[in-house]
């Protein structure tokens, strides 16, 4: 019998979907679980896909990575043996392809929170994930040996210096210069953060109240497609930005200052707070060039060959995301996006 296809599933290669389909199917039947629908296509981007479908044992969901970005399917494995409360265990993974195949989180914070964002959710979020990172800090070389591309502070001049020598990055004058005279500069910023004394531990680099599943007070992290290994602090580079946003609240004001402060409260054993509030200025400076990284490594990974077939032809790159590395690299110029400082407590 043929299946009818959605126009999601349409913009994916047909010989990939089967493909998928079959693996999928494959897994669930390895435990005993049976489909009771179709492998829908949900979501196509030019770096990932995501399928669901539903089964005897609920809804489950099938994620793929562009090859660059496949080690979220490890990370995930890895996570749920490190942190297994703080992530949705996989089912399945391919560590060859970078598939995911995984049970549903339940309900999104952005959506729990949809008719009144809640400063009070964010900060419990901050916290959870800050515990997340003390407790995945001591697996650093782990990460890296599966292929989370390793952005502690020491190598990130060359990763800057790097992303200045691609043609792909296509920065204009005077944004080139200005980056190149900052050079000096951005490593001494480097050094400084690498000498705090905090450990490098997973940065999730996208973390927002979107990839967190809500359950009461249990929150579970997802989406670590553009995860290093880094200083743990440059996770506060996007979620203050978009805390700020959801909230309505001055990026730079006491209300994400409190949230800031709520990350750094599992983090005050190591450190006294006049120190943890330098490395965090530090991190979100340095955490600039990781972002760009992260999205040039994206476009890289479009367009590789297999992710091209899995596409059924060339990924499709909107203007906004070719130009995303430059445009981060653009924003070491400008100033500190630190809030200020508040009261502790």
């Given at each position: 019998m043929t299946v009818e296809t959605t126009a999601e599933d349409d913009r994916v290669g047909a010989a990939w979907r089967a493909e998928t389909d079959a693996w999928i199917m494959d897994r669930l039947?390895?435990?005993?679980?049976?489909?009771?629908?179709?492998?829908?296509?949900?979501?196509?981007?030019?770096?990932?896909?995501?399928?669901?479908?539903?089964?005897?044992?609920?809804?489950?969901?099938?994620?793929?990575?562009?090859?660059?970005?496949?080690?979220?399917?490890?990370?995930?494995?890895?996570?749920?043996?490190?942190?297994?409360?703080?992530?949705?265990?996989?089912?399945?993974?391919?560590?060859?392809?970078?598939?995911?195949?995984?049970?549903?989180?339940?309900?999104?914070?952005?959506?729990?929170?949809?008719?009144?964002?809640?400063?009070?959710?964010?900060?419990?979020?901050?916290?959870?994930?800050?515990?997340?990172?003390?407790?995945?800090?001591?697996?650093?070389?782990?990460?890296?040996?599966?292929?989370?591309?390793?952005?502690?502070?020491?190598?990130?001049?060359?990763?800057?210096?790097?992303?200045?020598?691609?043609?792909?990055?296509?920065?204009?004058?005077?944004?080139?210069?200005?980056?190149?005279?900052?050079?000096?500069?951005?490593?001494?910023?480097?050094?400084?953060?690498?000498?705090?004394?905090?450990?490098a531990s997973i940065q999730h680099d996208d973390l927002h109240d979107g990839n967190v599943f809500v359950d009461g007070s249990r929150m579970r992290f997802f989406d670590w497609g553009d995860a290093g290994l880094a200083h743990p602090f440059g996770s506060l580079l996007v979620a203050l930005r978009v805390a700020a946003d959801q909230l309505g609240a001055d990026p730079g004001g006491p209300e994400v200052a409190r949230l800031r402060d709520a990350y750094l409260e599992p983090w005050t054993d190591l450190c006294d707070r006049a120190d943890l509030l330098r490395s965090v200025r530090l991190a979100l400076r340095v955490a600039r060039v990781g972002r760009a990284v992260s999205w040039r490594r994206a476009l890289q990974g479009a367009a590789a060959p297999q992710w091209q077939r899995a596409l059924g032809g060339p990924a499709p790159i909107a203007p906004e995301h070719e130009t995303a590395p430059a445009a981060w690299l653009e924003t070491l110029t400008e100033p500190d996006t630190a809030p200020a400082d508040a009261p502790a407590g």
């Open positions: 039947a390895e435990r005993g679980i049976a489909g009771t629908g179709p492998v829908r296509t949900v979501r196509v981007r030019a770096w990932s896909i995501v399928r669901r479908l539903e089964t005897s044992a609920g809804r489950m969901w099938f994620k793929a990575n562009v090859p660059t970005n496949g080690f979220e399917a490890v990370v995930v494995e890895a996570l749920a043996e490190w942190v297994p409360e703080l992530v949705v265990p996989p089912l399945a993974v391919d560590r060859h392809r970078g598939w995911l195949l995984g049970p549903d989180g339940g309900t999104i914070l952005r959506e729990a929170t949809a008719e009144r964002p809640d400063p009070d959710r964010w900060a419990e979020l901050l916290r959870a994930y800050a515990g997340l990172q003390r407790a995945v800090a001591p697996h650093g070389d782990r990460l890296v040996g599966l292929g989370v591309p390793d952005l502690r502070p020491e190598r990130m001049p060359a990763v800057l210096a790097g992303l200045l020598a691609d043609p792909a990055v296509r920065l204009a004058e005077p944004h080139r210069s200005a980056l190149v005279a900052l050079l000096p500069e951005y490593d001494h910023w480097c050094a400084d953060l690498a000498a705090d004394g905090l450990p």
